[in-house]
């Protein structure tokens, strides 16, 4: 079937009399909605999937990588000393936006969690951290662990990489994989439409061959089918991204932490993502109809 | 109009036709006659584009068959109303709405065609039938309908195979009068048919022709029917 404006444009007015010169399949209609219904609903998840992951995959590569710390390991009386060198050392390092010693409280804050409140700091050999923050082109770390060695022994830098890449590597595959599920989601409805619609045309031969006898073009033939599992696609999709952006809305949220599990989900102009579903699955069943039409026409007499 | 050139047709391994020559000038009226299994059917479907020949040529006014897209053959469907032997209707359709089938398909809607599908339902005496559904319609009544879509579109001719073979003598009367009333009005008409009766019939109301298969071949039958 050739496919172009006109027969666009006839398809959305809608033709009462051409629809009616198909029976109505109640069984398949209601499998057809089904099926795009339940494939609408994995596709929101396979989404949230990927705009979470890729939320993710930025919060970590974009903080972390501007984030760093030195540790200070030295004997109690050269600590103080060691700090002060070490942040003259950051002063002079091109790309540091800012670098500063914790302070004690912080430092007690920060171990709070594990060893409770009231640590004896001042008795412990706990290292002295300082907080460096890069600016936007980043500093070369390599250089500055040569030159904290060099100047101040006792400071270790970790500029977070080590465990950073490969967290925002696999958010970043988790990203890809939620993508081509959203994909074989829609290969899946194409292939569920085709056979729908090759089982409809063969279960309507004697329709087909009536049209024919009384001079129906096959674009017209093929257009009542296609309209026919366009519409059905459209509103079992629209059933299923409605299901599943409730299911998405009442996924218990982490608060402000993007973390894993809790963060599936929606933000922002992410939420109208979804609502694309119902007219993609309703493109790719018109075109699977279309073609299913026009090669089951071409081969009916 | 119609036209056959040395027309021949097999299927699988037998010629059935072979070296057939048939012109239906426009308003003529012919009857089509022959033993059954003679291939009737198949030359019915050979002038409307249902079937290609196997050699020759069929011309549909004026263009060469085996030229022709598959949509011109839908538009020569158009121009040539057809009544098959085992007539077919979209059973989930009330009657008067698979009479109107041919106008739907061409895009016209039968509520333009309002007086003239009522006229046309009351002239095949199934006015009060309109709203049954095909399966519910007596054999006779199947034939009457079919007829009634075939003309709708008022087209050239008419080609109708064995259009009383399933009713009785009064009934094939009556539907042989519809048809040389299309006859009058200018369409040509050809009609597949064994019984010989009509055709005597018919001869007594109109100019007819009658072509005669046998043994592969169309031979104008002579005076003696
Ligand atoms: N495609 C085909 N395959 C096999 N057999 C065929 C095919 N087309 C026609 N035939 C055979 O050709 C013969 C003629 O068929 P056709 O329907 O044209 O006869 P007919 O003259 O209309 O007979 P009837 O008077 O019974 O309607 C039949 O024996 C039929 O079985
Ligand atoms: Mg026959």
Not at chain 1, 163 to 174: F, G, I, K, M
Not at chain 2, 142 to 152: E, F, G, K, P, T
Not at chain 2, 180 to 196: F, Q, S
Request: charged share 20%.
């Amino acid at each position: 079937m050739r496919f172009d404006l006109q027969t666009l444009r006839a398809m959305l007015a809608g033709d009462r009399h051409a629809d009616r010169v198909v029976p109505p399949t109640g069984f398949t209609a209601q499998l057809t909605v089904f099926a795009s219904g339940a494939m609408a609903f994995l596709a929101v998840f396979a989404l949230a999937l990927s705009l979470a992951s890729g939320r993710l995959a930025e919060a970590w590569g974009d903080e972390l990588a501007r984030t760093a710390t030195i540790r200070i390991v030295a004997p109690e009386d050269q600590r103080a000393i060691q700090t002060t060198a070490a942040l003259e050392v950051l002063s002079t390092t091109p790309g540091i936006a800012s670098a500063r010693a914790l302070t004690d409280a912080e430092q007690q804050a920060l171990l709070a969690p594990w060893f409770g409140q009231d640590l004896p700091l001042d008795t412990l050999p706990v290292p002295r951290l300082i907080e460096i923050i890069a600016a936007d082109q980043g500093f070369d770390a390599t250089g500055l662990r040569l030159r904290l060695a060099a100047e101040v022994p006792g400071a270790i830098l970790d500029d977070h990489v080590r465990w950073r890449e490969p967290l925002v590597s696999a958010a970043n595959r988790l990203r890809l994989l939620g993508w081509t599920a959203a994909l074989l989601i829609l290969g899946a409805v194409a292939a569920m439409v085709t056979l729908a619609a090759n089982a409809a045309l063969a279960a309507n031969a004697q329709v087909v061959a009536v049209l024919r006898l009384v001079g129906a073009t096959d674009r017209y033939i093929a257009q009542a089918f296609v309209r026919r599992f366009t519409l059905r696609a459209f509103a079992g999709s629209a059933a299923g991204v409605v299901i599943g952006l409730i299911a998405v809305w009442f996924m218990p949220s982490g608060g402000d932490t993007p973390s894993f599990l809790t963060g599936i989900g929606f933000q922002g102009t992410g939420w109208l993502v979804p609502l694309l579903l119902p007219f993609i699955s309703a493109l790719v069943a018109l075109l699977a109809t279309a073609y299913a039409a026009g090669r089951a026409l071409r081969t009916l007499t | 109009m119609i036209e056959l050139e040395n027309v021949a047709y097999s299927y699988g391994g037998g010629e059935l036709l072979s070296d057939i020559s048939v012109k239906l000038a426009p308003g003529s009226f012919h009857f089509l006659t022959g033993p059954s299994g003679a291939g009737k059917t198949t030359l019915l479907k050979l002038c409307y584009g249902a079937l290609l020949p196997t050699s020759g040529h069929v011309r549909l006014f004026e263009a060469d068959v085996r030229t022709l897209e598959r949509d011109d053959i839908a538009m020569i469907r158009r121009k040539v109303g057809v009544v098959h032997q085992d007539v077919q209707f979209l059973d989930h359709l009330p009657v008067r709405d698979n009479v109107a089938l041919p106008l739907t398909v061409s895009g016209r809607h039968a509520e333009a065609a309002g007086d003239d599908l009522g006229e046309l339902m009351a002239w095949v005496g199934l006015t009060n039938r309109a709203e049954a559904l095909p399966p519910e319609l007596s054999g006779g009544e199947r034939q009457r309908a079919a007829l009634a879509r075939a003309v709708i579109m008022s087209p050239d001719v008419v080609l109708a195979d064995e259009p009383t073979g399933n009713v009785d003598w009064e009934m094939s009367q009556r539907l042989l009068k519809l048809l040389v009333e299309l006859n009058r009005m200018g369409k040509t008409v050809l009609i597949a048919t064994h019984d010989l009766s009509l055709i005597r019939a018919a001869k007594a109301q109109v100019q007819a022709r009658v072509l005669r298969i046998s043994n592969r071949r169309v031979q104008l039958a002579g005076a003696d029917l």
